[in-house]
C-alpha cells in the first residue's frame, strides 16, 4: 500500500470549527449498501460520540479521488461478576468504504485496515496496550479477510441491541 495514496482525518479536528459542515457534507455522501450499521453510525452517532469523547471515527480519502490468547487475555483482563473479560485494547468498530460513484474501488479493504493499525500504533506508542478488537458479522468473506489475510482470531460473541445482530468478536495482539 502507498500509504502516501491517502490521508486520515481524524474528525475531532472538524468539530468545533467552521469546517464541520464541511464534515457533515462528507458523512452525507457516504454510502456503505453491504452494511447499513456502518453508514448509520457515521452518519448519526460518529460526531455525538467524539464530542463525548466515547469514540472517535477517523475518515480515509484517496489523495487520487479526492477531493496464546486465553493466556495473554486472562495476564491483561479482568473477569466480571457476569463471567466476562473486562479487557483494555484498542477497538476498531467496524470498517466500511463509500460506495456512492464507484469510490469503493479507491481504496482496498487490506489498505483501510493497515491506516486503521497505523493510527493505533500512533497511539500505542504513547500510551501503550497489546490488543486490537474489532467486531464483524459472520461472513465467510469477512472472517478470511480478518482472521487469514490479518490474524485476528475470535475471542467472543455479542449481539447487538438495536438491530439484534449477533457480532464476532475477534482480537489481535500488536
Given at each position: 500500500m502507498d500509504s502516501k495514496s491517502y490521508f486520515v482525518l481524524n474528525?475531532?479536528?472538524?468539530?468545533?470549527?467552521?469546517?464541520?459542515?464541511?464534515?457533515?457534507?462528507?458523512?452525507?455522501?457516504?454510502?456503505?449498501p453491504i452494511n447499513k450499521d456502518i453508514e448509520d453510525f457515521l452518519?448519526?452517532?460518529?460526531?455525538?460520540f467524539a464530542k463525548k469523547h466515547q469514540a472517535i471515527s477517523y475518515l480515509v480519502f484517496s489523495q487520487r479521488?479526492?477531493?496464546?490468547?486465553q493466556r495473554k487475555l486472562s495476564?491483561?483482563?479482568?473477569?466480571?461478576?457476569?463471567?466476562?473479560?473486562?479487557?483494555?485494547?484498542?477497538?476498531i468498530a467496524q470498517l466500511g468504504k463509500n460506495f456512492q460513484?464507484?469510490?469503493?474501488?479507491?481504496?482496498?479493504?487490506?489498505?483501510?485496515?493497515?491506516?486503521a493499525m497505523e493510527q493505533i500504533s500512533l497511539i500505542q506508542y504513547k500510551v501503550g496496550g497489546i490488543l486490537c478488537v474489532l467486531e464483524c458479522e459472520q461472513k465467510k468473506g469477512l472472517l478470511d479477510f480478518y482472521c487469514e489475510q490479518n490474524h485476528f482470531v475470535e475471542f467472543g460473541k455479542r449481539n447487538t441491541k438495536s438491530t439484534n445482530k449477533s457480532l464476532l468478536q475477534l482480537l489481535k495482539t500488536i
Open positions: 474528525i475531532m479536528e472538524y468539530l468545533g470549527t467552521p469546517a464541520e459542515k464541511d464534515l457533515t457534507t462528507f458523512k452525507e455522501q457516504f454510502k456503505c452518519k448519526n452517532s460518529a460526531t455525538i479521488n479526492s477531493k496464546t490468547i495476564r491483561m483482563s479482568v473477569l466480571n461478576d457476569d463471567g466476562e473479560y473486562n479487557i483494555p485494547a484498542y477497538l460513484s464507484g469510490l469503493n474501488d479507491s481504496i482496498t479493504g487490506n489498505d483501510l485496515l493497515a491506516l
